[in-house]
């Protein structure tokens, strides 16, 4: 499997903000997304995924979330999960709060499959750079409750509380 470095990362979404700011319109306030689905790519860390966003009100969108992490030689983590927000204002700017739940599915290369469970809440901000793509950060307070058999959080069986930002972008349809 090949490595996604950050720099790569930070070079494709900063060429996809270009090329979209390049062909910049000033939105109207019901120019907005509110219906319809999305693709989002999230990035937190060393960590990529995916969620697709579905609109179900003016202010109000489900995402189901899944993700993948290969560390050579050690695992596979699967992330699967389900992302509500409520946003606050429906705008340009858009700021909203979420929630987190979900599972990590550890499948180390020599030891048995682990489950950790993940729950939490988040804030942040949505920019509309126009009707079909925007761009998100986050902040996240988010609990986990570990496998007995997980190091994950050197707390195996435990409860560990920790925080996380991430940034998103979105292409709706």
Known sequence: ?????????????FSICLVTIADYTVLAQNDLPASGVGLSASYQKEHLGIQLPVWLGQKFNLAPTFGIIY??????????????????????????????????????IDG???????????FGAEYFVNQH??????????????DKNSMRFNNPGGWNLNT??????????
């Open 71 to 108: 560390m050579e030689s050690i695992s596979v983590e699967y992330e699967v999960g389900i992302i509500p927000k409520i946003y606050l204002k429906k705008q340009i700017v858009s700021p909203y709060i979420g929630a987190i739940l979900g599972t990590i599915i550890g499948s180390p």
């Open 133 to 146: 793509f925007s761009i998100s950060i986050e902040a996240e307070l988010n609990g986990t409750k570990s």
């Open 1 to 13: 499997m090949k490595k996604i470095t950050q720099s790569s990362l930070f070079i494709f979404v």
């Open 164 to 173: 996380g930002t991430g940034f998103i972008a979105t292409i709706y349809f």
């Open 112 to 122: 048995d499959t682990i489950s950790d469970f993940v729950c939490g809440i988040s």
